[in-house]
């Protein structure tokens, strides 16, 4: 079983409308958690770190379930702009300190 | 420089041949990771430095792979033998240490023919 399972999409969404991603990781050592973004043939980038108590950022908000081990990532009135590969990023303690466990990713794409 | 900077940014090469991957990390950035990412995949993790020392190179497929970092900035990847599975984009990234967010180079696009 992957470490970190993402559903790939595509997702195509309007203008304005609210999307949701999920994440679902297997390891419960898992400590810290992450979203990235990638644009089409560039690098990932951190879209934003995900807390215990949930987090928000302007039109993103982030969700932890740690005794589900699921990681949501919600984005409120769709840019054009949003269109990107988003990757679930997992880390954990112990021997493999530092070591990110990459999703495969979702795909967005926002129509106008 | 101010990012991850990542020498070349593309390379072909012969099956069978060696090739060498280099990563200039942000500096005073002592965590330096190694990943692959093939067409429509997340990074697949290879290895990570902590200051000289690879702390996990858990990841590298086999031993035709090898990397270092010995001054504990720049990091070389290295491929022996390449082989047309070895054709992906490499990215390197680097962070203050673990646990926090790493910054990932543009990549190499390596593709062996």
């Known amino acids: 079983r992957k470490e970190v399972e993402q559903d790939p999409g595509p997702f195509n969404v309007p203008e304005g409308a609210t999307v949701a991603f999920n994440c679902t990781y297997s390891n419960s050592a898992s400590q810290s958690f992450f979203w990235y973004r990638q644009d089409c043939r560039k690098e990932p980038k951190l879209l934003m770190s995900?807390?215990?108590s949930g987090n928000e950022d302007g039109r993103f908000t982030a969700q932890l379930n740690r005794a589900s081990q699921y990681i949501s990532l919600l984005i409120r009135d769709s840019k054009l702009s949003d269109s990107a590969t988003y990757l679930c990023v997992v880390n954990r303690e112990g021997s493999t300190l530092g070591r990110l466990y990459f999703g495969r990713g979702t795909q967005l794409t926002v129509w106008p | 420089g101010a990012g991850v900077s990542q020498t070349p940014s593309n390379k072909v090469t012969e099956k069978g041949k060696y090739v060498e991957l280099r990563c200039d990390p942000i500096s005073g950035h002592t965590a330096l990771y190694w990943y692959r990412q093939s067409l429509g995949q997340g990074p697949e993790f290879l290895i990570y430095?902590?200051?000289?020392?690879?702390?996990?190179d858990s990841g590298l497929p086999n031993d035709r792979f090898f990397a270092v970092r010995p001054e504990g900035s720049v990091s070389t990847l290295k491929i022996q033998r390449t082989e047309r599975g070895d054709s992906a984009v490499y990215l390197c990234?680097?962070?203050?240490?673990?646990?926090?967010?790493?910054?990932f180079g543009q990549g190499t696009r390596l593709t062996v023919v």
């Open positions: 995900v807390y215990s």
């Open positions: 990234a680097s962070s203050f240490g673990a646990n926090t967010e790493a910054f």
């Open positions: 430095f902590q200051g000289t020392g690879a702390a996990d």
